[in-house]
């Protein structure tokens, strides 16, 4: 917890300090979704078990007085409970949104960082990039990536072993069917020790303007999986999913946080094996 709180606190200590310069109509708190997750998973190198997670999402605003592109910083973090040791997940960046593109189009892009103290005790990081498009009034396509920044090991007796952020391309698509009812699909391929095609969905619902719940999922053609469902309140009430690639945005929903860490992130280095 120490290891973790050197990360964390910091990080909170700056994004709360720009968002006292965000006057309204964006208040500081509007954008801060407080979510839960259960589900299986069986990442890469791994048994299948079940998971159960507790975590947040904010997206804070650094321009919210402007009316052109809207600029935003973004911390969100969960605590995965597993059959193991638990883990610990964060994510930190920035963002922008309502940047013209062809036509009545607006585009969105994010840079984004991923750090995992995960069940073995390692510490990795990745860049995760974003950017898409919307099509029309409903529909968005993107196209993110996950670049793995190192890799680490630790010594668990005979189930320490190397671990890192694995390399990915990954396309997505999105669809707002109404107000309450968001979809996302998304197709890619993992580089490296993977070597597989992988498959996201999620299925997202309000069920009031400040609760929603969802559905989603990941698997490769080797087999992994992370399947589960979702619940998270919104401080803003404005019926948004932080699950989904929002790449539009008006008003306060401007500055929705984009998704935390991608599902079967992490994996085995490419030099694979045990620890030494």
């Known amino acids: 917890m120490q290891r973790w709180s050197f990360v964390l606190i ?84 920035l963002f922008c949104r309502k940047v013209p593109a062809v036509g009545d189009n607006e585009a969105a892009a994010a840079a984004l960082f991923d750090y995992t103290h995960t069940a073995f005790h390692n510490d990795v990081w990745a860049f995760r ?14 196209v993110t990536a996950v670049i793995e920044l190192n890799e680490d090991s630790s010594s668990q007796g005979a189930a320490g072993f190397c671990q ?20 996302e699909w998304g197709v ?43 619940v998270s309140f919104h401080f803003g009430a404005t019926s948004r999913h932080d699950v989904i690639h929002n790449i539009d945005g008006a008003g306060k929903a401007r500055f929705t946080p984009f998704p935390k860490q991608r599902p079967l992130e992490v994996t085995r280095c490419h030099s694979g094996g045990l620890a030494d």
């Open 129 to 142: 990039p974003v950017l898409g498009t919307t099509l029309g009034k409903q529909d968005a396509i993107g």
């Open 164 to 183: 890192e952020c694995e390399d990915r391309l990954e396309f997505f698509w999105n669809r707002d069917w109404d107000e309450k009812l968001a979809s």
């Open 188 to 230: 890619g391929y993992q580089f490296g020790e993977v070597d597989e095609t992988i498959f996201n969905w999620v299925m997202a619902y309000s069920i009031s303007p400040a609760w929603d719940v969802a559905a989603l999922g990941s698997i490769n053609t080797a087999g992994n999986y992370d399947i589960g469902g979702r």
């Open 10 to 93: 910091p990080t909170l200590f700056v994004v709360m300090s720009l968002s006292l310069s965000a006057a309204e109509p964006v208040a500081w708190p509007d954008n801060l979704f407080l979510n839960a997750r259960a589900g299986f998973e069986k990442p890469t190198g791994e048994d299948s078990t079940g998971f159960a997670a507790l975590g947040f999402n904010w997206g804070i605003p650094l321009n919210a007085e402007s009316d052109g592109v809207a600029w935003g910083a973004q911390v969100g973090g969960d605590l995965t409970f597993r059959e193991d040791n638990p883990e610990w997940n964060q994510t930190l960046g």
